[in-house]
């Protein structure tokens, strides 16, 4: 008997050998690239709440097997053969509105193969769970929010036991929306769940079963804004005290709640421990927001200067909280990334959306890192509440004129359980099946002033014009040709860094 984790596969096909792959555990928000079937995605952030939940059920010695069909590009019938390979008696998979079919899909084929119980976590099982629940009887169990303490403790209570046995202990297990066995069937739901106050009591991610135990790597998991492979994905900190109302981690995994912190002991000793174990050569604190806290950040730069860690590293930070002291505290430490949100450079729609952003400000903070050698990467979102053609043109001129080094441009996304997703629907301005709520591609809204189409559009031009003003302006290419250099240098490639600075001579005109 063993407890499986999995993240599970979504493809679709397209035209001309294309396929739209859908990204899922660890993003914290769901969304599709497209790419070729046997092309690896090129974004894969790393499952964190799987990774906590296996460290856990190892510390505690019950038998837990990994595969992760999203990092190991798998098809549906590796996956599904794979999986009942291991034939568990507890399946966890993480769902996702676009994906929510196919997982359901997924857990009957599982559910017949194997007989396990079937548990989905994620934002949409939690905003749905007694209803998913109730409309799919194979469906065992959904685990709510910041789910791994719950799923802990319920897995703890079924393993190896009876139904009656399990009964009796499982109606205790916060967090849980369950099917009762050995009765009529019916749905309950345990007590609230709470959010883990206390982060340092948890065990370091059980990386060394990802993707699967068989062939441990932390090669899969990347992102693009990272500079130097591998770069070990970390967390220093859960929640954000902002309360965005688009935001669907905030909103529904951690339910607005506190924003809480790993000491930077605790954090410090991880960065060693990926070093030493996972060659990292890049850390990426993926947290829900790193830089929002001064004496959080000090504390995490000034452990890793006492220490002499020399590695180098990068935050998704914020541009507003963040202070100029700490950019440089973040500088003089190692760090060589940040990404921020912007979102929009209206300040009605920045205001409707509850974002505190001061275009003045984020000029500033991005002027400082460019100054320091911190490479910057802002996000914007067109199709907010309160956008028009007008306020989205200047929220892209903005952009264009922002001196960052990369930038995302997404559409806005109203995900169930979100206020966006509340008022959009009360309006009835929702259109589309669930499928369709992928924010790199398609608007699922009705607006007044233009169509979802348009803002579709409009998103998919940005990167295009944004690039074309960034190739005008020398010192962002100087930028760009020197992360370049750095990275090359960095890894013995001596001749592709002066072919880069080569480069960047003719791209300016400069004699040789």
Known sequence: ????????????????????????????????????????????????????????????AI???????????????????????????IIVMEATTPTIEDDLALGRELKAR?????????AHPTHYGRTLLEQNPDLDWVLKGEYELNALAAIRAAFGKSDAEAEQTLASVAGL???????DGSVVEGPKGEPIHDLDSLPFPARHLFPTRQAPTMWPYWDGFCQRRPAVQMHSSRGCPFKCTFCLWIS???????????????????????????????????????????????????????RGLRVKWSVMGDAMAVTERALHAMADAGCIG???????????????????????????????????????????????EGDTPETMQETLEFACSLPVDSIQFSVTTPFPGTEHYARASKEKRIIGRFRDFDGAHS??????????????????????????????????????????AQVANDQGLIGASRRARRGLNLLLNRPR
Not at 48 to 57: D, E, G, P
Not at 65 to 81: C, I, K, P, S
Not at 339 to 347: H, I, L, P, T
């Open 1 to 60: 008997m063993t407890v499986l984790l999995a993240n599970a596969p979504t493809r679709e096909k397209l035209e001309r050998g294309q396929e739209r792959f859908f990204v899922k555990a660890g993003s914290r928000w769901p969304f599709s690239i497209h790419k070729t079937e046997d092309e690896p995605c090129r974004y894969v952030p790393f499952p964190f709440s799987l990774a906590y939940l296996a460290a856990l059920l190892e510390r505690e």
């Open 63 to 89: 038998p837990v097997e990994v595969f992760d069909g999203v990092a190991l590009n798998a098809d549906r019938a590796t996956f599904l053969e794979r999986c009942a390979s291991y034939r568990p008696s």
């Open 114 to 122: 194997t007989g396990a119980r079937i548990a989905l976590a994620g």
């Open 177 to 183: 929306v369950r099917r009762v066995r050995g009765g």
């Open 252 to 306: 529904v995994i951690y339910e607005q709640g506190p924003y809480r912190v790993f000491s930077g002991k605790r954090i410090v000793d991880e960065m060693e421990h990926v070093i030493a174990r996972y060659g990292a050569r890049e850390i990426y604190f993926d947290d829900d927001i790193f830089t929002v806290k001064e004496d959080h950040v000090l504390d995490v730069c000034n452990e890793i200067t006492k």
């Open 338 to 384: 940040m990404k921020f949100g912007v979102e929009s450079a209206n300040k009605d729609v920045l205001k409707k959306l509850r974002k505190p952003i001061k275009i003045d400000k984020v000029r500033k903070v991005a002027n400082v890192c460019a100054q320091r050698g911190i490479k910057t990467h802002a996000t914007i979102t067109f199709g907010l």
């Open 443 to 484: 608007s699922v809204l009705r607006f007044d002033n233009m169509s979802a189409e348009y803002v579709a559009e409009f998103a998919e031009r940005a990167p295009s014009v944004w690039l074309r003003a960034r190739l005008r302006d020398p010192a962002w290419l100087t930028r760009q040709i020197s992360f370049m």
